[in-house]
């Protein structure tokens, strides 16, 4: 497993990405007619897939990547629901307080993810990908 301060960049990389698939699935689902909210669950779920096959094959590889399992997969998910629902709030808060620009999906996603992402480091590498 790599060091901390390079897990935490490749990590943070990792983060930029999901913050790019969030960002656009989060306004093609607003322009399919969906309310914020539900656009932004959906953009978080595939965000965290996108981050977690990022993580699993670069971030927190150990030499060889074992093969990807859903076991894993919920482990990764659950571990970044706290980090989600910090990121889910504080993107909430920000669409509320925010006037109605049409940048303000992208800021509000963008806020939210700052505020996950170190308790999602800490989550995904103590409790996924804790490897021997």
């Known amino acids: 497993m790599r060091n901390t301060r390079q897990a935490l960049g490749l990590f943070a990389l990792a983060g930029v990405g999901g913050l790019g698939?969030?960002?656009?699935?989060?306004?093609?689902?607003?322009?399919?007619?969906?309310?914020?909210?539900?656009a932004r669950l959906i953009s978080f779920l595939c965000a965290v897939y996108f981050t977690w096959q990022v993580n699993r094959r670069w971030t927190f590889a150990a030499g060889t990547v074992p093969p990807a399992s859903?076991?894993?997969?919920?482990?990764y998910l659950g571990a970044m629901l706290g980090g989600g629902a910090v990121n889910y709030l504080v993107s909430a808060v920000a669409v509320h307080l925010l006037p109605s620009w049409p940048l303000t999906p992208l800021l509000a996603v963008a806020a939210?993810?700052?505020?996950?992402?170190?308790?999602?480091f800490?989550?995904?590498?103590?409790?996924?990908?804790?490897?021997?």
């Open 21 to 38: 698939v969030d960002t656009l699935v989060c306004y093609a689902g607003l322009a399919l007619g969906l309310h914020f909210y539900l």
């Open 112 to 120: 939210g993810s700052l505020a996950g992402m170190a308790l999602n």
């Open 70 to 75: 859903w076991g894993e997969w919920w482990r």
């Open 122 to 132: 800490i989550s995904a590498r103590l409790l996924v990908f804790k490897r021997s």
